[in-house]
């Protein structure tokens, strides 16, 4: 009698496994706790319960897609010179100082505009720097409006 000759078969790729090392990570190494505009104090039980909510969403992300600034949910950079901190995480060591930051909006149940959690980006891990309960970082001019001039002439 022969014997059946098993072919190994090769494993198929899973594109899941294959892509965890590029989802997103959150760090609090860089956490400003004690900044006068976003003590960490002021933030309720509420907006940390929505931030570890928020976190385990955008743990499924990858770079990629956290960084895609056409999105609901008012992610994007915040450019210094345009922010009511235009100094920055002024906090962290020269090497970590950057032209902009991150952020996202956490979606309260009181004021859907006012919770933001800022940081940086740097690979696929984000660093919360502030938390902003009341969305003290906002813009102090927009980058994207149009300039008025003047229909007078001299």
Not at 37 to 58: A, G, H, P, V, W
Not at 119 to 127: E, P, R
């Amino acid at each position: 009698m022969k014997k059946k000759r098993l072919k190994k078969k090769i494993p198929t790729p899973n594109p899941a496994q294959d892509q965890d090392a590029v989802r997103l990570q959150f760090s609090f190494k860089h956490l400003d706790a004690d900044h006068p505009r976003f003590r960490m104090n002021d933030c309720s039980q509420e907006f940390l319960r929505t931030l570890l909510l928020q976190i385990k969403i955008y743990s499924e992300y990858t770079e990629e897609q956290f960084t895609d600034e056409n999105n609901d949910d008012r992610r994007h950079k915040n450019f210094w010179a345009d922010t009511s901190e235009p100094d920055g995480f002024t906090h962290l060591g020269v090497e970590m100082q950057n032209e902009y930051s991150w952020q996202f909006a956490l979606n309260s149940p009181y004021d859907k505009d006012s919770w933001r959690v800022h940081g940086m980006l740097v690979d696929n891990i984000f660093y919360v720097v502030w938390l902003d309960p009341d969305h003290a970082l906002g813009a102090q001019k927009s980058r994207n409006a149009p300039t008025l001039r003047s229909n007078k002439t001299a």
